[in-house]
């Protein structure tokens, strides 16, 4: 059995950096997701997928996979590269680019 660990990336709905500074093990499913020919819900028999474990550092994560038989797959995060800028910046009489409006 195989489990994921990773670092989640924002949402699109999140402009804070809340729940991305943890790290997430999951399972990799063992079953092929099944259609109820009723309901058609999607369903399956492997409980593993619903588990999520959150850790605070990738280290703690790995020890947890270690400790029991788990093989693990670290994924690194993409920081984004951002530009930190004020709003106030866009007033500044020293501006790089002209004012255009």
């Known amino acids: 059995m195989t489990?994921?660990?990773?670092?989640?990336a924002k949402t699109a709905m999140?402009?804070?950096?809340?729940?991305?500074?943890?790290?997430?093990?999951e399972y990799e499913p063992e079953q092929a997701r099944s259609?109820?020919?009723?309901?058609g819900w999607t369903s399956s028999g492997d409980m593993r997928q619903q588990i999520k474990l959150?850790?605070?550092?990738?280290?703690?994560?790995?020890?947890?996979?270690?400790?029991?038989?788990?093989?693990?797959?670290?994924?690194?995060p993409?920081?984004?590269?951002?530009r930190v800028m004020s709003y106030s910046d866009n007033f500044k009489f020293n501006r790089q680019a002209p004012w255009t409006h």
């Not at 489990?3 to 989640?8: D, E, F, N, V």
């Not at 999140?14 to 093990?25: N, V």
């Not at 850790?55 to 797959?73: C, H, K, M, S, V």
């Not at 993409?78 to 951002?82: E, I, M, W």
């Open 3 to 8: 489990a994921r660990i990773y670092r989640p």
């Open 14 to 25: 999140q402009s804070g950096s809340a729940k991305t500074d943890r790290w997430l093990l």
């Open 35 to 39: 259609i109820d020919p009723l309901m």
């Open 54 to 76: 959150w850790f605070d550092t990738e280290e703690e994560a790995l020890d947890y996979a270690r400790r029991n038989g788990l093989a693990a797959q670290v994924e690194k």
């Open 78 to 82: 993409n920081d984004p590269k951002r």
